[in-house]
């Protein structure tokens, strides 16, 4: 697995990297089949008043590409929102691609039965 995480008008320091990191095990302890993982931090400097924080996240999989981003004032805050909704998207992903149609023992024993 690739984690590139990189910034946009802000320096990635050590502590913000391993805040996305710890967060980001969360979503690769759900699903372990991530190919490559993009991060992009960025600050927007509309109004010193409306400055925003923004997180991005590109996550590669076999067949699938996910894309979430969320702002927020704080960059924290940015994250903790970004992860969990990626969180989310990962585990309808993963849910898609699991079979759940499958024929339990119990409706064959009884449809055999019926006929």
């Known amino acids: 697995m690739n ?3 990189s910034g946009h008008h802000l320096e990635v320091t050590s502590s913000l ?10 979503v690769t302890r759900h699903f372990d089949q991530v190919v490559d993982i993009n ?29 979430v981003e969320a702002s927020n004032e704080d960059l924290y805050a940015a994250i903790d929102q970004l992860m969990d909704k990626l969180d989310r998207q990962v585990m309808r992903h993963k849910d898609k691609l699991q ?8 409706r064959e024993v009884m449809a055999d039965e019926a006929a």
């Not at 991060?39 to 894309?67: C, N, P, S, Y």
């Not at 079979?99 to 119990?106: F, I, R």
């Open 3 to 5: 984690l590139t995480i």
């Open 17 to 26: 990297r391993e805040y996305v990191l710890t967060k980001m095990d969360r």
């Open 39 to 67: 991060v992009l931090l960025t600050v927007e400097k509309q109004k010193e008043k409306d400055r925003r924080q923004r997180a991005e996240v590109t996550l590669h999989t076999k067949g699938k590409e996910i894309f």
């Open 99 to 106: 079979d759940h149609h499958h024929h339990t023992l119990k």
